[in-house]
């Protein structure tokens, strides 16, 4: 299968940087030139051949945001196999073109926790009027998967293989910086689950580790989701339902519900074991960022940059922005690149409600936040 829009364009942001100010250059790799609109096309036309060579007939998965949705129902309708995505209800709910497109390619959606399982019913029963989450959805996709003859669960983010996927995003980064003459001081990407992140960082990432570069490398996630900044280095199941193998990763819990934050791609309890370890070891910096904030930017760069940023990638031109301004205060002329990891235009009922001031923020407290470490399993390190 083609991956359309490879390689992906490194852009500077000429207009950001002239309406900042800043003596900043900022870069951005732009994931939204394919037609699913993000970077999820990279792993996800990788593990539908896959799954096509190994002869399976069906597969299952879940979404957030819908990003990874659209992009495996392309996949799926390329090789011609029958698809069911298990979508975060919430997210289904704001983003109704999201789901068209990707029932448009043949993938069948279902709004998560369901009554189509029996750890959707379980989660229903005991919180009935819940939003759900990507750990819901990805226990229905599981339970699905093994319940049915021939069929497999694909994940699009998180685990190690993802990460070797979406590496070509860094891999044509440090191509085209090397080619003309771009020295990133500062890299920076969202975190959700750890992918995007991870492939936009790797190559550096191993050049910093053999002391070849000492770029600063940050991890920008949702206020509302920090398992980074908030987590603790655990054990953990990677799903609601407790199905998954255990991995040690910076988690909230698997029982931990998010609330309802527009940046569904980031609403995940646990961070990719590789982003993991490098920020227990100190070789990146993470930060959590307020949703009203992380939209104040989007609106700026759609209109001096002409790119509708979807909500995951705005945590990442947050502090972005927040770099530049230092930058505009002390007169260091610093290089940023930051990953856009696709586009805003099925995220419009986000931008309508900041635009109407409707937006709100959501921060957990320290008691939500022992609710899920509660759900921690009780494995030592």
Not at 194 to 205: Q, V
Not at 315 to 330: G, S
Request: glycine share 10%.
């Amino acid at each position: 299968m083609v991956t359309f829009g490879r390689p992906s364009p490194l852009v500077r942001a000429y207009c950001l940087e002239k309406q900042l100010e800043t003596p900043a250059e900022i870069y951005y790799k732009f994931e939204g030139t394919n037609t699913s609109g993000s970077h999820k096309l990279n792993s996800a036309a990788a593990q539908v051949y896959y799954a096509r060579k190994e002869g399976l007939t069906s597969l299952t998965t879940e979404t957030g945001a819908g990003q990874w949705g659209t992009a495996l129902a392309m996949a799926c309708a390329y090789y011609n196999i029958p698809l069911s995505v298990y979508m975060v209800k919430v997210s289904a709910e704001q983003k109704p073109y999201r789901k068209a497109v990707i029932e448009t390619y043949g993938g069948k959606v279902i709004p998560s926790p369901s009554n189509t399982t029996e750890v959707g019913r379980k989660i229903l029963a005991k919180n009935p009027d819940t939003g759900g989450s990507l750990g819901c959805a990805i226990s229905e996709a599981i339970e699905v998967a093994m319940k049915t003859d021939n069929c497999r669960y694909v994940l699009g983010s998180v685990l190690d293989h993802v990460l070797l996927h979406q590496s070509i995003i860094g891999e044509e980064t440090k191509t085209a910086c090397e080619k003309y003459g771009i020295k990133p001081d500062i890299i920076i990407g969202c975190a959700g689950g750890g992918s995007n992140l991870g492939g936009l960082i790797a190559p550096f990432m191993g050049d910093k580790i053999h002391g070849k570069n000492d770029i600063h490398f940050i991890a920008v996630e949702p206020a509302s989701c920090p398992s980074l900044t908030r987590g603790k280095y655990a054990f953990d199941f990677g799903d609601t339902g407790q199905t998954t193998p255990l991995m040690k990763m910076y988690t909230l819990g698997s029982g931990f519900m998010p609330s309802p934050n527009h940046a569904g791609g980031l609403r995940y309890h646990g961070m990719s074991p590789i982003v993991s370890k490098l920020y227990d070891d100190g070789y990146l910096e993470a930060r959590s960022v307020e949703q009203l904030k992380v939209f104040e930017v989007a609106t700026m760069f759609a209109r001096c940059e002409g790119t509708l940023p979807a909500p995951e990638s705005a945590h990442a031109l947050r502090v972005a922005i927040d770099e530049a301004l230092k930058c505009k205060e002390t007169g260091e002329k610093k290089t940023i690149v930051f990953g856009l990891t696709g586009t805003g235009y099925f995220d419009l009922s986000a931008y309508m409600s900041y635009n109407d001031g409707s937006m709100t923020d959501y921060i957990p407290t320290d008691e939500d936040l022992a609710k899920g470490f509660a759900t921690l399993p009780n494995v030592g390190l």
